[in-house]
């Protein structure tokens, strides 16, 4: 048999042979299109989907030689995003390009199905993509979960007064990482110095299904890209804002080490970074200590909502 596709970069028995020791991990994979059976016991189902990726958090895994947790930021980046309606995680599907198949993509997929085993949810099928030409791997995810209608959390009842719980993320999770590759790139932050640039995103969707079950959870927001201010204001209706206490909570040192060694403005950081704030739940303020209790990560009433100015 001809070896010419195998010679401009694809190998096609290679390729064969990842997707079945893919399987015993994932028994799902592997067919055309992933099937996934809708649980019984819901009236009116809303299922509600999300993409995401790790963006140049990937170029900190290169520079570690260490790809073993990126897998778990793509995962959780994706549930982290869906949870927020009051979604129940469902199934995962990812998309990874490489140049070759080799032991980092392994490692990779593996981080992969441990975050849906984190999530609840299972890893249904997915694309692994050969383009010899490509110089790195690149990662995107996609998620589902489903949702009883009249459960769904919009943040349309939240009114001035309502608490915002914060709570604590793992680290930088999965944004600003542009800024730290320059600063990288220009010899103001090492890796070797700061080894917790590759703590993999907190994934939240266990301790969030506990709070639905048990408070009323008025709204929610996953801190990503814009910060707090502006991720937690997604969730409210027109005419009201958060008012966040920047002084409630201690803010990790690595964020500190960022500002500090890229002589980064405060008011930069804050709409960067999540500061050590990974999720935020908005509550009525007299059930606040019952969801406080409920909560298995450090976590901070962080601020209030009230009327716009």
């Known amino acids: ?16 042979a990842f997707v079945n020791q893919l399987k015993e991990k994932a028994p799902s994979i592997g067919g055309f299109g992933g099937m996934f059976k809708v649980p019984a016991g819901y009236e009116n189902p809303i299922l509600v989907s999300g993409a995401d990726g790790v963006g140049t958090k990937i170029n900190i895994a290169r520079v570690a030689g260490d790809y073993s947790t990126i897998g778990i930021d793509l995962v959780a980046m994706c549930v982290n995003d869906v949870i927020t309606s009051g979604a129940k995680p469902l199934y995962f599907l990812d998309y990874v390009s490489t140049k070759k198949l080799d032991t980092n993509v392994a490692s990779i997929v593996d981080g992969i199905v441990k975050g849906c085993w984190m999530s609840g949810c299972e890893l249904l099928g997915g694309e692994t993509a050969e383009h010899h030409r490509q110089s790195d791997y690149d990662l995107a995810g996609f998620c589902t979960g489903i949702v009883e209608e009249h459960d769904v959390v919009d943040g349309s009842i939240i009114k001035p007064g309502d608490a915002i719980i914060g709570i604590q993320s793992s680290g930088i999770h999965s944004n600003g990482y542009t800024l730290i590759n320059d600063m990288l790139w220009r010899h103001q932050l090492y890796y070797k110095d700061t080894p917790e640039l590759l703590e993999p995103t907190r994934i939240y969707a266990a301790t969030v299904q506990r709070l639905l079950d048990e408070v009323p959870v008025l709204g929610m927001a996953h801190i990503t ?17 958060a008012h966040i206490n920047w002084n409630s909570w201690p803010m990790p040192e690595i964020f500190n080490k960022i500002m500090l060694a890229g002589e980064v403005p ?12 990974g999720y935020c ?9 019952d969801t406080m209790i409920l909560i298995d990560y450090p976590s901070q009433v962080i601020g209030h909502v009230r009327c716009t100015m």
């Open 1 to 16: 048999m001809s070896n010419r596709y195998k010679e401009v970069g694809v190998d096609i028995e290679a390729g064969n």
């Open 225 to 241: 890209g814009g910060g707090l201010e502006e991720n937690v204001s997604r969730c409210l209706p027109a005419g009201l804002q």
């Open 266 to 277: 405060e008011e930069d950081m804050k709409r960067i970074f999540n500061m050590g704030i």
């Open 281 to 289: 739940i908005v509550v009525p303020p007299e059930v606040v200590d």
